[in-house]
């Protein structure tokens, strides 16, 4: 377990230094699959002063099971993808600038070039508002339960990131480390396609260009890197 909260803590430092969080804005989560737990950041402490020590561990179901401190809020919403993603080992949570604006407008992330191509296999999908009765009810949680509904015919692989309406952005990857960088490639494919949009409010990539530069990098015919 040590192990792992190292690695969460360094994916937490990592989104300070990426730029893509200011403040608590965010965190990070590893999981232990063979073991059920999650290590999380800590509600409301600051990035400077956060130690492995301050990490949180908590089961499947919530509970703490190590830690002095509060784990995040956002804790039910990563909970829920951990036992819909079976594949993925950690997930995170920013509200960087860009992402977010997409998020806010309630629209899903088109795939405008080859750039977002390499990483995410079509556009990052935007979820559905929340109902006033999930708002009042085990929000974070909802939040979690709302992703899933959208990933419902996609990959969790080919996509890994979401845009919760008027919240965030969540990515996930194979660990906390891959995860927060899926949320840099996010916050910067997020940047480039409203510039684009600006330039040109009719710009599209063809599908055939999207899979070429997509399936380049992934899956069981990936030819990129060494």
């Not at 608590?24 to 400077?48: A, F, Q």
């Not at 109902?131 to 419902?152: C, H, K, M, N, P």
């Not at 684009?196 to 409010?201: M, R």
């Amino acid at each position: 377990m040590l192990r792992l909260k190292q690695q969460v803590l360094a994916a937490n430092l990592e989104l300070v230094r990426a730029g893509l969080v200011i403040y608590t804005w965010g965190n990070v989560s590893g999981i232990d699959r063979e073991r059920g737990l999650v290590v999380i950041k800590p509600s409301g402490v600051p990035y400077d002063k956060l130690t492995a020590e301050d990490l949180v561990v908590v089961d499947l179901q919530g509970n703490v099971v190590e830690g002095r401190l509060k784990p995040s809020s956002d804790t039910p919403t990563h909970l829920e993808l951990y036992k819909a993603f079976p594949s993925i080992g950690g997930v995170a949570h920013t509200h960087s600038s860009c992402a977010t604006s997409w998020a806010q407008a309630g629209l899903d992330l088109p795939c405008l070039g080859t750039t977002h191509a390499d990483y995410f296999h079509g556009s990052v999908p935007c979820t559905e508002d929340l109902s006033a009765a999930e708002l009042a009810s085990d929000y974070e949680r909802q939040t979690g339960l709302a992703i899933v509904r959208r990933f419902a015919g996609l990959n969790p692989e080919y996509t890994p990131g979401v845009l919760v309406r008027s919240h965030g952005p969540f990515t996930w990857g194979k660990d906390a480390g891959e995860a927060v960088y899926h949320s840099a490639v996010l916050e910067e494919v997020a940047k480039t396609a409203a510039l684009t949009l600006q330039l040109n409010p009719e710009a599209a990539c063809d599908q055939a260009l999207i899979d070429r530069h997509f399936f380049r990098k992934h899956g069981p015919k990936a030819t990129y890197g060494q």
